[in-house]
């Protein structure tokens, strides 16, 4: 029970720590395209990174121990892992939300929110917020995912420097896409802490998915590869799928790059901070 209280406390704070994003936005209206795409890659690669290094090294831990190759273990995490990008885009297909799966219109339109140097006034105040809920929609989405994550990362006694690990990854993502829910609600004329009150809500889901990713590698038999290669495959697929699309197509794709880069470098330097490895 104490364990499940702790999962609960720290993905309830990496949840709010979206909230944080509208932090910039406190002291300025606007920021430029090419620092949310910066912003946005690196947290790209924190989540990507998380999912690599983090959930499936561990996942693969004693797949060919004493040089016996496991295949039962090994067709497990195939499985786990396939079925984290199956669900997620089961779920996105059915799910009605405004999303990057329409790419080219919604980055067109995000430039115009998110960029100083265009003409702001062609847009209505109602539209930039409509924008905004429709980012913040979106991102509730990716938020289960990543609460699962956190959950199957911290599941069995020896695995918490792994969860601290995801848990820090996915808290400054969070941010990192709080900054980009904040930009059109400030744009739209909505107070600061409203913005941070909104971007901060999306991050509600986050607990509860991971209690589920908890409970489900921890108490059933043989479900800790498997769960930790789902968290995985769904990681990768909403960065894939929706995070990096959203840095291209601005003429940034170098600093998005970088920032990605950056983000697996910092994911390194947690890792060998908590002694992973």
């Known amino acids: 029970m104490r364990a499940v209280l702790l999962v609960l406390l720290i993905s309830g704070v990496t949840g709010l720590c979206t909230g944080l994003g509208s932090v910039p936005f406190w002291f ?5 395209r090419r620092a949310f795409d910066g912003i946005l890659g690196f947290g790209a690669g924190l989540m990507l990174s998380a999912a690599t290094i983090g959930l499936l090294m561990e ?18 995490i195939l499985a786990g892992f396939a079925a984290g990008f199956v669900i997620l885009f089961t779920v996105d297909r059915f799910i009605p939300h405004e999303h990057a799966g329409r790419h080219h219109e919604h980055l067109k339109e995000g430039a115009h929110f998110y960029d100083e140097e265009h003409d702001k006034a062609e847009l209505e105040a109602s539209s930039h917020v409509r924008q905004g809920v429709l980012i913040s929609g ?3 989405f990716h938020r289960l995912p990543e609460g699962f994550a956190i959950g199957a990362s911290f599941a069995g006694g ?12 996915v808290a400054l993502q969070n941010i990192c896409e709080g900054v980009v ?3 059109p609600l400030r744009a739209g004329g909505v107070k600061p802490w409203r913005a941070m009150l909104v971007t901060g ?77």
Do not use: C
Not at 28 to 32: A, G, Y
Not at 160 to 166: E, F, I, R, S, Y
């Open 28 to 32: 300025v209206k606007s920021l430029p």
């Open 201 to 277: 809500a999306t991050g509600l889901t986050v607990p509860l998915a991971a209690t589920i990713g908890y409970l489900f590698s921890q108490h059933i038999s043989g479900a800790m590869p498997f769960g930790l290669a789902l968290a995985a495959g769904s990681l990768i697929g909403v960065t894939s799928n929706e995070i990096i699309p959203e840095t291209h197509g601005h003429g940034n794709e170098s600093t998005a790059t970088m920032g990605i880069v950056a983000g697996f470098m910092f994911t390194i330097l947690m890792r060998v901070g908590l002694g992973i490895g």
């Open 158 to 169: 020896d695995t918490m420097p792994l969860g601290w690990l995801v848990a820090s990854s």
């Open 138 to 140: 979106a991102l509730v």
């Open 181 to 183: 829910m904040s930009a």
């Open 59 to 76: 996942a693969l831990e004693g797949v060919r121990r004493g040089g016996v190759l496991n295949v039962g273990q090994l067709v497990l």
